[in-house]
């Protein structure tokens, strides 16, 4: 058991050089590690449920191995980068609190919860909570991997002064705006 948890640990830590490399390419950046951690961690841990009964426990554990990959390289990686990023440096220390507050709830709700499940039904519970969390990224996080954050400032400073529409730099380029910011215009 210690063995597997080395090996888990160092394919963990293979998925953080991995974010390493790709987190700044600005054709992958962070929202796309971001959303497809999020999918393939969240398809892999339904399949891993939907498999307990019917697969040896070493396909399971390779199949966790994989999500542990994906965690790493995508959302552990990069829920701490884009907070850090899509707020104006006004409020970027609150607003970064606040996500990290949202994030600290939810692994205490999983604490709870998973005391109440059963082993295949927290396979479930993680696979649907990051298909959740990539629907939420896909709609909601504009990708500003290349973007100047003085930019984002400019924008801000403007809305919170009523002046939205006269901002016309890059931060509001289609390329850096949420889904929902796209669909809004």
């Known amino acids: 058991m210690t063995e597997l948890s080395a090996l888990n640990a160092f394919i963990a830590l293979l998925g953080y050089f991995a974010a390493a490399a790709l987190v700044d390419n ?82 205490l709700l999983a ?25 939420v990224t896909f709609v909601t996080i504009p990708d500003v991997t290349t973007l100047d954050l003085f930019e984002i400032d400019k924008k801000w400073l403007l809305a919170m002064d009523g002046r939205e529409k006269e901002y016309v730099g890059p931060a509001s380029h289609e390329e850096y705006l949420s889904y929902y910011e796209k669909k809004r215009l």
């Open 26 to 107: 600005p054709t992958i950046g962070r929202v796309r590690l971001q959303k497809y951690g999020f999918l393939i961690t969240g398809f892999l841990f339904i399949l891993c449920g939907l498999l307990r009964e019917s697969v040896s426990s070493n396909w399971l554990i390779l199949l966790y191995f994989i999500t542990s990959f994906f965690g790493q390289v995508g959302p552990n990686c990069t829920t701490f980068l884009i907070p850090a990023e899509i707020f104006p440096t006004v409020g970027r220390t609150v607003c970064h609190g606040i996500s990290a507050s949202a994030g600290k709830v939810g692994a």
């Open 111 to 135: 604490a709870v919860l998973f005391h109440f499940a059963t082993e295949s039904g927290m396979f479930f519970i993680c696979g649907w909570c990051a298909l959740m969390a990539y629907a």
